[in-house]
């Protein structure tokens, strides 16, 4: 009875072995492999860093010196769509945002900070009655008021 254990336990050894081999080779074998590839692609980019990379850095300096001024031509364009079109915006925010002192007046401001709504420059909160004794006009002229 002795014999079929041992046998059975050396079978057991040698299969354990066989297994720690083949995965110890499997290993051995992922991680050539892997070193392979990473000098394969060290020298794939090492060459295209060569051959391509003066000529990327002409283009972005190309790109950047035709760039430039397109962003301040758009930044001017920017700053004077805001300026024409803030009468607009102080004759109708007001009133979308239910300051009706504000219509119109050139220091509303109508913008949320951190979710406190600033209404203008003179009165943070808004004015509570129907006019605003620090009220200019927008558009230049204290006429425009009378139309609201």
Known sequence: MDNWQRDWGTMFE??????ERFFGDVAQGVDEAADSFLDFS????TKLDETMGPGLDELDQEVEGWMEPVFEF??????????????????VEPMLNEHKACVGCRHYHGQAYNGVMF???????????????DWESTW?????????
């Open 42 to 45: 060290e020298t794939l980019m």
């Open 14 to 19: 040698t299969v354990a072995r066989d297994i």
């Open 140 to 148: 230049g002229d204290d006429q425009s008021r009378d139309c609201f």
């Open 74 to 91: 758009l930044e001017t364009l920017e700053l004077s769509l805001m300026e024409t079109t803030s009468p607009v915006g102080q004759t």
């Open 119 to 133: 209404v203008c420059g003179m009165h943070p909160y808004g004015w509570d009655d129907e006019t605003c004794p």
